[in-house]
């Protein structure tokens, strides 16, 4: 197959899956042009995990229901934010009779901010999943 032969039919391709549709197959003759000799040993490359979401500085992610880092030490003064980016929705709520923090459901990709100003130690749960929990340090 020539050089620009191999090019349309791979843009073909290309364009195919782009819209969702089959891709025109090059004609059969044509592979049998290729030499595949050899070819055998190869195995195919191994399935990768999907990665996990690494938080930022003073951020914590919500992802496979859990906080990550469960457990985050700030200075005082100091802004964190908690990210979703669970399938389900997450709350991030403090622990007590009067929750110093917390936040409405957190859907997919959404976020909620806090300033801790006092030193302390802040454990904080989801009042959706009570499972999940975590704490802030603060300095």
């Given at each position: 197959?020539?050089?620009?032969?191999?090019?349309?039919?791979?843009?073909?391709?290309?364009?195919?899956?782009?819209?969702?549709?089959?891709?025109?197959?090059?004609?059969?003759?044509?592979?049998?042009?290729?030499?595949?000799?050899?070819?055998?040993?190869?195995?195919?490359?191994?399935?990768?995990?999907?990665?996990?979401?690494?938080?930022?500085p003073n951020?914590?992610?919500?992802?496979?229901?859990a906080f990550?880092?469960?457990?985050?030490?700030?200075?005082?003064?100091?802004?964190?934010?908690?990210?979703?980016?669970?399938?389900?929705?997450?709350?991030?709520?403090?622990?007590?009779?009067?929750?110093?923090?917390?936040?409405?459901?957190?859907?997919?990709?959404?976020?909620?901010?806090?300033?801790?100003?006092?030193?302390?130690?802040y454990a904080?749960?989801?009042?959706?999943?009570?499972?999940?929990?975590?704490?802030?340090?603060?300095?």
């Amino acid at each position: 197959m020539s050089w620009n032969r191999h090019r349309l039919v791979g843009a073909a391709a290309i364009a195919a899956v782009a819209l969702g549709i089959a891709a025109p197959a090059p004609a059969r003759a044509e592979y049998a042009t290729h030499d595949m000799s050899g070819m055998d040993h190869m195995a195919p490359a191994p399935a990768t995990a999907a990665a996990t979401p690494v938080a930022g500085p003073n951020q914590v992610i919500i992802n496979n229901f859990a906080f990550g880092p469960t457990t985050l030490t700030v200075k005082a003064g100091t802004t964190v934010t908690w990210v979703n980016k669970d399938g389900d929705a997450h709350t991030v709520t403090g622990v007590g009779a009067k929750p110093l923090f917390g936040s409405q459901p957190l859907d997919t990709g959404d976020s909620f901010s806090f300033t801790f100003e006092k030193p302390g130690s802040y454990a904080y749960f989801c009042k959706i999943h009570p499972s999940m929990k975590g704490t802030v340090n603060v300095q």
